[in-house]
């Protein structure tokens, strides 16, 4: 549905049937009296998935005065999958796939001025198969939040400041299980600001 504003708000469902969708696998062989970690990619037997989409979107213009600038932004999706891999009996979500994924931004223009603040999640998938499901390699729950600030001075001028991972998110990978740690990295947060020419 479609507000008289700029917004909108939506729902959807979705399913889809996968054969024969490339992965990533990883494997441990002997040579030389060493032991290797292999990489390659191999085509899956055989996959589906389902999930729900939710969006909002809206410019608060009935607020009064001032307040009339905001805005907000959200959307979310679920979804679950499995998928079967050869030579494992078991089977898995399908790997590069999140269960949980969402959005939420509040923005404000006004006068020339543009601010925006954004949390971003995806929450863990399988990023590597293994031989067996305590070899998958996962990438962890993701939590960032960034802050988008510009102002106009003139026509084709205008200043910026990006504050970029403010909650210092981790990235974060694990084997089989999430005590398991195999990669961490933190980068703390970070900024850009400069000034922007339109011709």
């Not at 399913?15 to 062989?29: A, N």
């Not at 608060?60 to 079967?84: I, K, Q, R």
């Amino acid at each position: 549905r479609y507000f008289q504003s700029v917004g909108i708000v939506s729902g959807g469902l979705f399913y889809k049937k996968l054969r024969d969708y490339i992965y990533p696998f990883v494997v441990r062989e002997q040579a030389f009296g060493d032991t290797y970690q292999i990489t390659e990619p191999r085509n899956g037997e055989s996959a589906s998935l389902w999930g729900v989409e939710l969006v909002f979107q809206n410019q608060l213009t009935c607020l009064p005065g001032v307040l009339d600038g905001l805005g907000v932004y959200a959307n979310y999706t679920y979804t679950s999958s499995s998928a079967t891999f050869p030579g494992r009996t078991t089977e898995s979500t399908l790997p590069g796939q999140s269960g949980h994924v969402g959005n939420l931004a509040v923005s404000y223009e006004k006068a020339g001025f543009s601010f925006r603040t954004a949390w971003n999640f995806h929450g863990k998938y399988i990023d590597v198969v293994g031989e067996e499901a305590a070899d998958d390699v996962y990438y962890d729950d993701h939590v960032q939040v960034d802050i988008n600030a510009s102002q106009r001075l003139t026509k084709n001028i205008r200043v910026y400041a990006d504050f970029l991972n403010l909650t210092n998110a981790p990235l974060r990978y694990y084997q089989g299980t999430w005590d398991r740690p195999i990669q961490e990295e933190y980068y703390r947060w970070w900024m850009m600001f400069g000034v922007k020419v339109n011709f």
